[in-house]
């Protein structure tokens, strides 16, 4: 059997987990610190936080903004149930809009669903190509004339809302850690990227997130990162390390924060995954993405994903093919004469308004044609570091005799 997405872990890994373990020390300490400041070099960031997931992070982000009820927050309608749910999490509105050819959000449905209560646009780089984010910054500034900040916020001595006069750009790149956007590493291009090393994603710590903050003066990366380090550990003033101090137990709690803090434990294993990642990890990615593209991209019956074109290219952490002719039925057949040949594929993803719980709230998908279209046609290939050559050429044929299979 082929899997989708097994994660890489080896003698290495293990042993970087073991000497945690026996360090004596096993939550946030010197290991997270240490993952910080290596994805802030890599991502040419700044700075960088390390919490427990995506989600996490990006709620406490939308909190960070002071976001709530009788605000919208606009997400695409092609993306995983996380973009969304950290919205209603704040009583907030997701507004959905429709993605491009390439799965990304279009800007300028971004453009039309701007009103002066949106508080902040999520752009997702599926499958890891990034997103237009430059155009929706650009949609953001230029909706400042009416954006209407809340009066009675305060987040540490300030108001975000007023400070930034316009609607917040936070990046959903929990696919895309090392992808490219103009010959930089995605990481700078929003106001806050958001990354996702969850088991699945192409640079693992099991469970875990991380945000990189990229926010125009007067903001100070320095002090969204105090921010943020405090209120993932309740907003008590002293971590758990600096208590270890003798005589060092006193704290003081400012304000009822959360709780998502990374372990040492976990950025153990990323520190292992973030060394190789450029040097194995990311080419090998892209070897067998390109094994698939030259197995269909001539092919008229299929459409190969977007990896690559002037000023973006992506992490490689989906191969997103589209079978052109087929309907939604014939599809999941397709998927049912693969599964058959011991190939496991997936479809990213189900778009929001057909989950029970946004459809309940009244979102419809015929609004969003393009996002149906595409998702309908959808087949995820396996793409991980282990597949061998043979392996994929295995998984292609599979694809193969099942189109036919169907398709006739
Ligand atoms: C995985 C994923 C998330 C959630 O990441 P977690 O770290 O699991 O919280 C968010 N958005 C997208 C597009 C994802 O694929």
């Known amino acids: 059997m082929i899997p989708f997405a097994p994660p890489r872990i080896d003698e ?3 042993q970087a987990v073991t000497e945690v373990l026996r360090s004596g020390w096993i939550t946030t300490g010197p290991q997270t610190k240490e993952f910080e400041k290596r994805l802030a070099v890599y991502c040419a960031a700044e700075k960088v936080i390390a919490l427990n997931s995506w989600t996490n992070a990006g ?15 606009i997400v695409p ?3 995983y149930c ?9 009583g907030a509105k997701p507004v959905m809009v429709d993605v491009l050819d390439d799965f990304t959000m279009d800007p300028e449905a971004v453009r039309n669903a701007m009103t002066p209560r949106t508080k902040c646009i999520i752009p997702v780089d599926i499958g890891g190509m990034p997103a237009r984010v430059a155009e929706i910054v650009k949609v953001a500034e230029d909706s400042c004339a009416w ?3 809340a009066v009675n916020l305060r987040v540490g001595g300030s108001n975000p809302q007023m400070r930034l006069g316009r609607a917040l750009v936070l990046s959903d790149a929990a696919h895309s850690f090392g992808a490219r956007i103009a010959d930089k590493p995605v990481g700078t291009q929003a106001d806050i990227t958001g990354f996702s090393f969850h088991a699945v994603k192409n640079l693992t710590t099991a469970e875990g997130g991380a945000l990189a903050f990229a926010l125009p003066p007067p903001f100070k990366a320095e002090e969204l990162y105090a921010w943020f380090n405090t209120m993932s550990l309740h907003g008590q003033s002293k971590d758990a390390l600096a208590k270890t101090t003798p005589g060092a137990w006193r704290y003081d709690v400012e304000a009822a924060g959360w709780k998502c803090n990374m372990t040492d434990i976990q950025a153990a294993i990323g520190m292992v995954e973030l060394e190789r990642y450029d040097r194995e ?5 892209k070897a067998i993405c390109e094994r698939y593209d030259a197995a269909f991209a001539k092919d008229p019956r299929f459409m190969v994903p977007l990896l690559k074109e002037a000023g973006r290219e992506s992490s490689y952490h989906l191969y997103m093919l ?5 309907t939604e039925d014939q599809r999941d057949a397709i998927i049912s004469a693969i599964a058959k040949q011991e190939v496991s594929v ?4 189900i778009p929001l308004p057909m989950l029970s719980f946004y459809k309940a709230a009244g979102y419809r998908m015929e609004d969003y044609p393009r996002t149906f279209q595409h998702y309908s046609r959808e087949i995820s290939l396996p793409v991980y570091f282990d597949l061998t050559d043979e392996q994929v050429d295995t998984v292609i044929a599979a694809v193969i005799a099942a189109v036919n299979e169907v398709m006739g």
């Open 82 to 90: 996380a973009t969304a749910n950290i919205v209603k999490h704040v």
């Open 281 to 285: 990890t990311l080419p090998r990615r």
């Open 147 to 149: 954006f209407i900040p």
């Open 77 to 79: 309608a092609y993306t």
């Open 12 to 14: 290495r890994t293990i």
């Open 59 to 73: 709620e406490l982000v939308l909190r960070w903004f002071g976001i709530g009820p009788g605000d919208e927050v």
């Open 346 to 349: 997936n479809v990213h993803f």
């Open 322 to 326: 589209r079978v052109n002719e087929a």
